[in-house]
């Protein structure tokens, strides 16, 4: 079996995994059915070095996290052929370049995953972005020296010179539990969204639809069940005092397991994204809308979801506009009204079929595989 190395700077709790680190492992376990994988990632105090045979956490003695992955990266190659290199892209920088350099000496073919492209609108926001940026933007032109193929979820062909492998993010439907079928309440309806909160998701507006909706007479019970940590938490918790409201957003924070399990039983409605034209996006392929439909729920997006076909976004998504208007209720519940209306109908079990065969990960990292089985 050929050894693969997948390289991901990302914090790994193991005790409170969040939508990025399921999804690394998720990919970890797909592509370990292919290749013998091993696993480099940060924890939360040092690194975490695995595969099938082998489980070792680094320390980090007092160096830099990302300094230490990578002496412990050009080490490791001195010693281990990797036929094949997967990497999560944290931006360039002649120390991620170096380590490309080894490895393209070695033969390995380099295929490098960008979450998020473009990114510099979103990077400029960050502390210290501007100076990331102009490192990156200085240096990244050099990945086309060793890099075969970079790993994207938007329409993109080439990126830095370098061809594509355009595909969506993904999740393993078989680790996930759909929910039963729902029943249609005229009276109440539930949504849910669950994720790392930023400012993109959009929550806010949601919370100002609720405002308006409530000030304008609305009688039927919404409970808004918001799952997850974040930035953007205490923000919300603020609007949620100030306009009154909060018997109908619900508070979790971090849940997962047969915890999450149970929440996502009282929803009728999942939330995905709603303002990722704050980063300057149109389009994005999130973790989140593919656990929503493997769980079977119907969306809101302000973009068209990538889980499903055009004719199914039609079908399964309410698509509301990509500005900072508050979220229309009165559309909301008849969106709602919609999809539960007719009880002749599962619409988890619909919702769940459609996306499986377009969004499973085996089917998402598929062109990944071919990639690397092909001819050198």
């Not at 069940?225 to 938490?233: K, Q, S, T």
Request: net charge positive; hydrophobic share 35%.
């Amino acid at each position: 079996m050929k050894q693969l190395l997948y390289i991901a700077p990302v914090i790994i709790d193991f005790e409170k995994l969040n939508g990025v680190s399921k999804k690394i492992l998720n990919q970890y376990k797909v592509f370990s059915k292919s290749y013998n994988v091993t696993l480099i990632s940060y924890g939360p105090d040092c690194l975490y070095y695995l595969n099938n045979s082998f489980f070792e956490t680094i320390p980090l003695e007092n160096t830099n996290r990302r300094l230490k992955m990578y002496s412990f990266i050009d080490k490791t190659l001195s010693v281990n052929n990797y036929s094949f290199i997967y990497t999560r892209y944290h931006l360039c920088d002649f120390l991620f370049l170096n380590s490309l350099r080894i490895l393209s000496k070695k033969k390995s073919k380099i295929v490098i995953e960008i979450p998020t492209f473009p990114y510099k609108h979103e990077l400029l926001k960050w502390k210290g972005g501007a100076m990331r940026y102009f490192m990156d933007a200085s240096s990244n032109f050099l990945l086309r020296l060793y890099v075969g193929r970079i790993v994207t979820y938007s329409n993109d062909h080439k990126i830095f010179g370098i061809k594509t492998i355009n595909t969506m993010n993904g999740v393993i439907y078989e680790n996930v539990i759909p929910v039963e079928k729902r029943i249609y309440n005229a009276n109440e309806m539930h949504l849910i969204s669950v994720s790392l909160t930023m400012s993109c998701h959009g929550y806010d507006r949601l919370i100002e639809g609720l405002k308006e909706y409530y000030q304008l007479g609305g009688d039927i019970n919404i409970v808004y069940h918001l799952v997850g940590e974040g930035d953007e938490i205490k923000k919300y918790q603020e609007l949620v005092a100030k306009y009154g409201i909060e018997k109908h957003v619900l508070f979790y924070g971090f849940k997962s397991s047969s915890d999450l399990d149970a929440l996502y039983e009282k929803a009728d409605i999942a939330v995905n994204s709603i303002a990722i034209h704050r980063i300057g996006l149109e389009t994005e392929s999130t973790i989140k809308s593919k656990e929503y439909a493997a769980k079977g729920l119907p969306m809101i997006s302000s973009y068209v979801v990538d889980a499903f076909s055009i004719q199914d976004n039609e079908k399964y998504v309410h698509q509301i506009s990509p500005d900072e208007s508050p979220v229309n209720i009165y559309g909301l519940i008849e969106f709602y009204k919609k999809m539960y209306q007719n009880t002749d109908r599962n619409i988890s079990e619909e919702i769940r079929s459609a996306s499986q065969k377009r969004c499973d990960m085996s089917v998402t990292l598929q062109g990944v595989v071919e990639y690397f089985n092909a001819a050198f």
